[in-house]
């Protein structure tokens, strides 16, 4: 548990958590464990769903089969999701035995509305890591349209 | 000699105006899911500027702290170059927001606005927005996903067209 | 520049210079009870930001910490009258009585025959037992008239207090709604970055002030335990010893010269309370024990309490210090020399991002003539 505690709290999108508010966090979402090359999602859109590498393997592709990522421990996807709806199809499978760590649009709303200070951090954590990427996005494409 | 002084301290005087920045900030998305009550206590912290006809906002590379609504008017957002010459990205009317990207990192502004009608204009700022999320945090959390949400979004749309201009290429 | 508009801008702080000059006999109170008023809300500000999110009220909130602050204040208030009113009379009584002059006397001969024959040969010829005598014999028929002067200032100490509270209270209550006033006084072109200046001397000025506060605390707290060991150990008679505590950690703010200042009272104290102790004498009166003390006191916060000095990340020059002393007292007096130090911070703080924010502005507003 005091490990989990700490992974989670190491972790960018929960950073700066005291440890009762990752224990408070733990606690409000699930876990899951996948087998080697089990589909977490198998050509859906993913919607609704954050979820952290706590350990193991996961690959993205989309319906053309291109990679769209190559994840591994610490790592995170889906977190637009938990904002807009997607439409695009994925398929989201572990290559190892994978433990992942869910945190769902519905505990984020359900913080919101019992811990706002929290979530205020949490969302300030998430907000960060978007505006840098849309920022680093944006430049990529007014380089390819130079 | 003009002084900005005495316009700014005295505008605030008109009772139609108040209604108009409220019915304004209504209907920009940052404020979207607050209640009316919540709205009033936002409006608290907005700042109305008025801007001359080629006036600017802010310029390319400033520090930033904040984002800009427009109240009534024309802005345009434009990308400068040593020069001199402009590239037009985006103009701006009656309801539309521009820089609140700066509200989250506070980074150079990436472009400049400037006034192409004398306008008035509502500012929402980061410090602001920080004492917000600490006095009132319901509604401070409220306007912060929104926030993130906008930025999600805009995000999600710069993928696609880098997408579609990598399969261009 | 135009040269016009120069002459303007000098005339105008020359006339602000000269109507200061003029109103300030009357008007260094309420300025005085103000910064006061200022600096307590600058540190209980986020408290108060804080608690209005969880009782979603601000009045509730400022009256809340204010009667904390009171209570706290009455406390050491409390403190203070016990043990100091309980020794004067104490001490003016065994002043009046002439047999205490006489073995104070005894003392001090005692004194001077545990010190190497040399030095008591120059102490001696400095202070001649019969001078040293109708001294303190004058001390003794001054010091009940004093008493008498320090309650006749009483009721204004009270008066100021209740005002600044006052003071206090509204700018509490009233801050955000002020700041936005004075940030829409700002011009267009320079607005967000004033926004962004004021932003930042908010966080630095409160961040700045809590250090010092913790800083005094922690520096009062060592002191009353070491004075505590002392007189349990070695039994000192020093008394008083909240009261020198509480001197000591507002003194530690002095740079450099505040240990010796804070030393001082302690000095005296301890005089003053071991004159009819004939072991005392043979221990110097503790003299040399309670600056050991200090020194200890002083380098434990430094290397071990707090690595890095809130006051060192201001840097404030020791002759600017020193300057700002001498200007405080003569201002204010008393209040003058506890408020220079934390008031000279704060005005590096404002001048140090002023001057960002107008290099700044320049900057942007060379940048626009170019791109215009």
């Known amino acids: 548990m005091a490990e989990k505690n700490k992974q989670i709290r190491d972790n960018p999108i929960f950073h700066n958590l005291s440890k009762k508010e990752a224990e408070y966090i733990i606690k409000n979402s699930s876990l899951q464990t996948l087998a080697a090359e089990q589909y977490f999602l198998k050509e859906k859109p993913l919607n609704d769903t954050l979820a952290i590498i706590l350990k193991g393997h996961i690959i993205i592709t989309n319906d053309e089969k291109k990679i769209l990522a190559d994840l591994n421990e610490t790592d995170f996807f889906g977190e637009i999701s938990l904002f807009i709806s997607n439409t695009e199809n994925l398929c989201i499978q572990a290559k190892t035995i994978t433990e992942l760590f869910i945190f769902s649009k519905k505990t984020l709303q359900n913080t919101l509305k019992a811990k706002p200070g929290l979530a205020t951090k949490i969302l300030k954590n998430i907000s960060k890591i978007l505006a840098e990427r849309l920022r680093i996005t944006n430049n990529q494409l007014q380089e390819l349209q130079k | 000699m003009k002084n900005p002084i005495w316009e700014n301290l005295f505008r605030n005087w008109n009772q139609s105006e108040e209604k108009q920045t409220l019915n304004t900030l209504k209907n920009i998305p940052i404020f979207y899911n607050l209640q009316t009550a919540e709205i009033k206590e936002v409006k608290k912290l907005i700042h109305n500027r008025f801007y001359k006809k080629d006036e600017y906002i802010f310029q390319q590379n400033a520090l930033g702290v904040g984002m800009y609504i427009v109240q009534k008017g024309k802005v345009n957002i434009q990308l400068e170059d040593k020069n001199n010459s402009k590239l037009v990205l985006a103009e701006m009317k009656e309801g539309d927001f521009f820089g609140e990207m700066t509200i989250l990192d506070e980074k150079p502004r990436s472009a400049a606005a400037i006034a192409t009608t004398d306008c008035s204009i509502l500012g929402f700022f980061k410090p602001d927005l920080m004492s917000l999320l600490k006095r009132k945090p319901i509604i401070g959390s409220k306007i912060l996903y929104n926030l993130t949400k906008i930025i999600a979004q805009r995000l999600q749309n710069t993928y696609a067209k880098l997408k579609a201009v990598q399969n261009e290429k | ?372």
């Open chain 3, 1 to 372: 520049m135009n040269p016009v508009r120069n002459i303007y801008t000098i005339a105008k702080i020359f006339i602000v210079c000269a109507l200061m000059y003029l109103l300030w006999p009357y008007i260094h109170n309420v300025i005085g009870m103000l910064i006061v008023a200022f600096f307590i809300t600058t540190i209980l500000l986020p408290t108060v930001d804080w608690l209005e999110g969880k009782f979603k009220n601000r009045i509730l909130a400022v009256f809340t910490i204010m009667i904390v602050v009171i209570a706290l204040f009455f406390a050491f208030f409390a403190i203070f009258v016990y043990e100091v009113g309980g020794e004067t009379k104490n001490i003016s009584q065994q002043y009046l009585n002439k047999d205490i002059i006489d073995s104070a006397a005894k003392s001090y001969e005692n004194l001077l025959q545990n010190m190497p024959p040399a030095v008591s040969k120059i102490i001696s010829s400095f202070f001649d037992k019969k001078t040293i005598t109708s001294k303190l014999n004058a001390f003794a028929q001054n010091i009940v008239s004093q008493i008498l002067n320090v309650l006749g200032q009483f009721y204004k100490l009270i008066f100021n207090f209740i005002m600044t509270l006052i003071f206090t209270v509204m700018l509490l209550a009233g801050y955000h709604n002020f700041k936005k006033s004075l940030v829409s006084l700002v011009g267009n072109s320079r607005f967000e970055l004033f926004l962004r200046m004021s932003y930042q001397i908010e966080q630095q000025i409160s961040k700045y002030l809590r250090g010092q506060m913790k800083a005094a605390a922690r520096i009062a707290f060592l002191t009353i335990i070491f004075l505590l060991l002392l007189n349990l150990l070695w039994s000192a008679n020093v008394k008083m010893v909240f009261f020198l505590g509480i001197i000591a950690g507002l003194a530690s703010l002095i740079p450099i010269i505040g240990i010796f200042i804070g030393m001082l009272p302690a000095i005296i104290i301890a005089l003053i309370f071991n004159l009819q102790n004939p072991a005392a004498a043979s221990s110097f009166f503790f003299i040399p024990h309670i600056v050991i003390i200090y020194i200890i006191i002083y380098h434990l916060d430094k290397t071990v309490l707090s690595p890095v000095l809130v006051s060192k990340k201001i840097g404030l020059h020791p002759l600017l210090v020193l300057i700002a002393l001498i200007l405080g007292a003569n201002l204010w007096g008393p209040m003058g020399i506890l408020l220079a130090v934390p008031i000279t911070g704060v005005i590096k703080v404002i001048v140090n991002e002023s001057v960002w924010f107008l290099r700044k502005s320049k900057e942007f507003a060379q940048n626009r003539e170019k791109l215009i």
